[in-house]
């Protein structure tokens, strides 16, 4: 089929067209020409342009020809917000939603779903799937999302042949690749790509409070030298500098960038750029700038729009009780939307986004301070986007943002049928250097790149819908694998390359040492012998790195309660008290408590030497590790010690010379006796050498390479089902084939990162007699994770009773004893359970008010949001969802985990899943 024969609309599109009233963009218009004609598509294309004009049209046809498509989604909430706009298109009653925690319609001919939703109905051949023709997958550059990206190939390679998959992701440089795997694996797919924006972009840094084009006008690619200038002049006067970093420090300790927000908000209203998103990469960090524009007099609406938020927002609020709404800050979230600004974050209830969402969308919010999760194609577009800063924390480590992050973000900047333009505004600090910003504005490379690895719960689906061959013949068809093979094909021919040089190579040395009288091999036999030397030296210098990592190890593990420590790299330094000891052999990490007033679990990466026991302190009973109160407490006590800081100590010892060390001595004695060591003049045998030794060296590495990336995912899918097997998940029947056991159905319904750990908890009983608010509290330590600068606190010092105790203790030992059998298989272990959220879900399904159950997990020291609140509850909701379905419908487990999804599901809770 020709690009001809895409530009001619068939039936359906002009019927498409004619409904929505508006011309098609060229590649809209393509894709669903190809579409029409049975082809699936991919659709790359910048964010703004149109793309989901494509998955309506698939909507559209499935309709017409009385069969089904299913829209998926990466979050919830732009699955909420596709429901209600195909609801409106197409009549309530042809449009269904299935979030896991939340079904509307199931049954309709359109259902809006996230994409785990769907991988799910695969593995459980779900008779909703009967009479599918049509899936969409928004956002479908998710699969390079190394948490979840593994789901999208899962959908891929799962659906039936003879449904169309409609492809839909931001601009990648690789959308060819990426559309050759699709159709490799799913059937002929048109690939189209436009890198147009409809609204062109205009990229500024604002210096102060002076606003600059980023681009030069007369060489659009070059950086504006007038910014340049400006910045040199502002960095080369002293007292300017000085001030300005000394305000600069002020300012981020509030978390800001050197400008007030009511400043910037001033300057972008002055220039023209309002509507604006600012994204700041933290919670705190919204929150803070929704403060300082409070505290001020910027006021962004005039009276009958402040009427018309009041309005909004009271239909936002309806299944808000009054005591929730005191304990919400409702009043406080208000009095911003009334003057025209508003903080958009995960931490916030959905209810409060979802207002927020509607009035940006009416002109009613003039700026919004969000975190990226408001990228990810919610629809909330803007005259201007403001970046205060290019790093943020991506769950490990504090990172520079990558030109596909830029580019998604700035995305949202220009707003289609409105903005003549876009714009994009970054903030300027000493730290923040025009040419990066440009490199980042101006790349064009956005590789996609697959993250799809074997899970048990996948492994144990696959096995029981394919078999063993046809799970590894899914593996070898995955983007990984696709991937895999075409390096592979780059490497093999390095290696024949590599080859060749060394063939070339060994001419050249026989008759350079035939010109010096030498023989070839000796000469070679005295190049081998000298390499061989440095190779053991190098092995030698790793070993005692090991070793001292080992003794770090081994002292860490050693430590006890009340042990005083010294710290002396890293951020804190100082004496520090053990409050708990380590728990397990690999990665020892005690529970600390510093002088400084910091807790948290420190490591080998945060000793250069063995910790040292300094002294011992006795910590009363009565002193409350897990309250600030008690953590001063503790802290005056290792003050007023008297134990003396640690001045560092050396851990050389001298030792007999090992069998190794005696090797490597005779090796250098043989090297100097060699005839060739005194011979001169040899430098140009020695480079001729040198340059043959890397090729061998690099050969030795592709041939390694090689082996090890064809064989890496199924080598992983070996040892998954090693551990499988072992637990009796699987068996060998009496034809010799690996099979899902009757214990084994049970891992099959569990989709939790820890689904091994639940399975063997249901398995083993232990969760089979608690009371719902119990069962709620325990199945929380399986999805909840504390926040990187708190503590939960141990199991022995959860409060609550003993039937709750008695089941948290067997939880964590089957989790321990989960963890050494896939150590002994090489399988990554799953987290530890965290207690963090026990008391709070406990105490909310036990009907406490919202109020009471937050103040239960401050006092644990889990600070929570009542939008991590939500948020957690909803995942304990759909775990428990998942264990009431995975045993017998009469079990007391079922019963007991269908009436803690009641007692959860209810106030705040109840609203946001309606």
Not at 326 to 342: I, P
Not at 653 to 658: A, D, E, T
Not at 772 to 798: C, F, I, K, N, Q
């Amino acid at each position: 089929m020709t690009t001809d024969d895409l530009d001619r609309p068939g039936p359906q599109l002009t019927a498409f067209s004619d409904r929505i009233g508006f011309t098609l963009d060229p590649f809209q218009q393509q894709a669903c020409a190809a579409l029409e004609t049975g082809r699936g598509v991919l659709v790359c294309a910048p964010t703004g342009a149109g793309k989901t004009i494509v998955g309506e049209f698939a909507v559209h046809l499935a309709l017409a020809h009385g069969t089904k498509c299913f829209y998926t989604t990466p979050i919830k909430a732009l699955s909420n917000q596709k429901f209600h706009d195909l609801a409106e298109a197409h009549g309530a009653e042809n449009v269904g939603l299935l979030t896991g925690d939340n079904s509307i319609n199931s049954s309709a001919p359109v259902v809006v779903m996230t994409t785990e939703v769907l991988r799910n109905m695969l593995y459980a051949e779900s008779s909703t799937l009967r009479g599918l023709s049509h899936v969409v997958m928004d956002e479908v550059h998710f699969l390079a999302d190394r948490f979840r990206g593994a789901v999208w190939e899962e959908v891929i390679l799962g659906l039936d042949p003879s449904v169309h998959v409609v492809s839909l992701s931001a601009t990648v440089s690789n959308a060819e690749e990426f559309g050759d795997w699709i159709t490799t694996v799913r059937g002929d797919t048109a690939v189209i790509v436009d890198e147009t924006r409809p609204v062109p972009l205009h990229q500024h840094m604002l210096v102060g409070k002076r606003m600059f084009g980023l681009f030069d006008r007369k060489h659009p690619k070059q950086v504006n030298p007038e910014l340049t200038r400006y910045i040199k002049h502002r960095m080369l006067s002293d007292d300017a500098v000085g001030n300005y970093r000394e305000r600069l420090a002020r300012e981020r300790r509030r978390g800001g960038t050197g400008i007030s927000r009511p400043t910037m908000v001033r300057l972008l209203d002055e220039n023209g750029l309002l509507p604006a998103i600012a994204f700041i990469f933290s919670r705190k960090g919204c929150d803070g700038a929704l403060v300082q524009c409070l505290r001020s007099d910027l006021n962004l609406l005039e009276p009958q729009e402040a009427a018309t938020v009041d309005e909004i927002v009271e239909r936002h609020l309806l299944a808000l009780s009054p005591g929730d709404a005191d304990v919400l800050g409702v009043e406080e979230w208000r009095a911003g939307l009334r003057r025209g600004f508003a903080a958009h974050h995960a931490g916030l209830l959905p209810m409060f986004r979802q207002a927020v969402e509607e009035l940006f969308v009416a002109g009613l919010v003039k700026v919004v301070f969000a975190t990226e999760t408001l990228a990810l194609g919610i629809n909330m577009p803007a005259r201007s986007v403001v970046l205060e800063r290019l790093v943020k924390y991506n769950g490990e480590a504090h990172v520079d943002l990558t030109p596909g992050e830029y580019t998604q973000l700035t995305g949202r900047a220009g707003r289609r049928g409105i903005d003549v333009e876009g714009h994009a505004v970054v903030l300027w600090t000493p730290e923040v250097i025009p040419d990066r910003v440009a490199g980042l504005a101006g790349a064009r490379t956005f590789p996609l790149r697959s993250s799809f690895a074997p899970e048990y719960n996948m492994a144990m689906n696959m096995i029981d819908r394919l078999g063993v061959e046809g799970s590894r013949d899914l593996l070898r068809r995955s983007f990984a694998q696709f991937q895999t093979d075409r390096s592979v094909v780059g490497q093999a021919r390095q290696l024949d390359r590599a080859r060749m040089t060394i063939r070339k190579i060994n001419s050249e040395l026989a008759h350079a040492t035939e010109r010096k009288g030498l023989e070839a091999d000796a000469f070679l036999e005295y190049v081998t012998l000298r390499d061989d030397i440095k190779q053991r030296e190098r092995s030698a210098k790793f070993l005692r790195r090991m070793e001292a990592t080992e003794a770090v190890s081994e002292d860490l593990l050693a430590l006890k309660s009340g042990h005083v420590i010294g710290l002396n790299t890293g951020r804190h330094r100082g004496l520090a008290v053990v409050l708990h000891a380590a728990t397990i052999d690999l990665d020892p990490r005690p529970l600390v408590l510093c002088e400084d007033g910091w807790t948290g679990r420190v490591g080998v990466r945060d000793f250069v030497n063995p910790p040292e026991v300094l002294g011992h302190l006795r910590i009363p009973k009565s002193a409350n590790r897990r309250s600030a109160h008690g953590r001063r407490e503790i802290i005056g006590m290792l003050r007023s010690s008297g134990i003396e800081r640690p001045t560092g100590r050396n851990t050389k010892k001298s030792k007999q010379p090992s069998m190794a060390d005696r090797q490597l001595q005779e090796l250098k004695t043989r090297l100097r006796k060699h005839p060739v060591h005194k011979m001169n003049g040899l430098d140009d045998l020695h480079r001729l050498s040198e340059r043959r030794q890397r090729l061998l060296r690099d050969i030795s590495g592709l041939e390694r390479a090689v082996d090890e990336r064809t064989a890496a995912l199924e080598t992983e899918f070996d040892a998954i089902t090693g551990v499988l097997t072992e637990l009796s998940y699987l068996e060998i029947d009496d034809s010799g084939e690996l099979v899902v056991t009757p214990t084994g159905s049970v891992l099959r319904r569990i989709y939790s990162e820890s689904d091994l750990v639940v399975a063997e908890c249901i398995r083993a009983g232990i969760w089979d007699r608690l009371a719902p608010p119990d069962l709620a509290a325990v199945v929380s330590t399986m999805v909840y994770e504390s926040r990187r600068d708190s503590y939960a606190g141990g199991v022995d010092s959860m409060p609550g009773n003993k039937e709750l105790r008695d089941a948290l203790v067997a939880t964590v030992e089957v989790w321990e004893a989960t963890n050494a059998i896939q150590d002994r298989h090489g399988v990554v272990q799953t987290r530890e359970p965290d207690t963090g959220f026990c008391v709070a879900i406990g105490a909310w399904a036990a009907g406490r008010s919202l109020r009471e159950a937050l103040l239960a997990a401050s006092e644990r020291g889990q600070l929570l949001s009542p939008g991590d609140f939500v948020r957690w509850n909803r995942q304990v909701i759909d775990l428990l969802e998942q264990v009431r379905g995975s045993v017998d419908p009469d079990a007391p487990l079922a019963s007991a985990a269908r009436r803690a999804v009641k007692a959860v599901r209810r106030g705040v809770v109840a609203s946001e899943l309606d």
